[in-house]
């Protein structure tokens, strides 16, 4: 059974860092590519960024590229979401996906697996 587990999501001011994490369990962890979607209240749910199976890829929204840093650690089947200089439109749920593309596509129905999700709100 797969299972995506976010954590670290909080309340921080603008300006500031979060780091999310996802533990993985039920499948080969490094043979899935991995992502992170955010959805803001009333809006769609948008890609942030992917890393590809090896690390050797990563692929980032225009909207935090610079600011955000996705990693992976294979060994303890976690992804990571490093978040900083956050703005206030960054605010939404965060959620971790995976799925055994083959390059990290950006489209929500690409991705067959997902987490539950972890509050990020930035305040102004």
């Known amino acids: 059974q797969v299972q995506l587990v976010e954590s670290g999501g909080g309340l921080v001011q603008a300006g500031g860092s979060l780091r999310l994490s996802c533990a993985a369990s039920?499948?080969?962890?490094?043979?899935?590519?991995m992502g992170w979607f955010r959805q803001a209240p009333g809006k769609e749910r948008d890609f942030v960024a992917g890393?590809?199976?090896?690390?050797?890829?990563?692929n980032y929204a225009d909207s935090v590229k610079g600011r955000f840093t996705i990693s992976r650690d294979n060994a303890k089947n976690t992804v990571y979401l490093q978040m900083n200089s956050l703005k206030p439109e960054d605010t939404a749920v965060y959620y971790c996906?995976?799925?055994?593309?083959?390059?990290?596509?950006?489209?929500?129905?690409?991705?067959?697996?997902w987490g539950q999700g972890t509050q990020v709100t930035v305040s102004s």
């Open positions: 039920g499948f080969t962890f490094s043979r899935l590519t």
């Open positions: 890393i590809s199976t090896s690390a050797g890829r990563t």
């Open positions: 996906t995976a799925d055994s593309n083959l390059y990290i596509f950006t489209a929500r129905d690409t991705y067959n697996y």
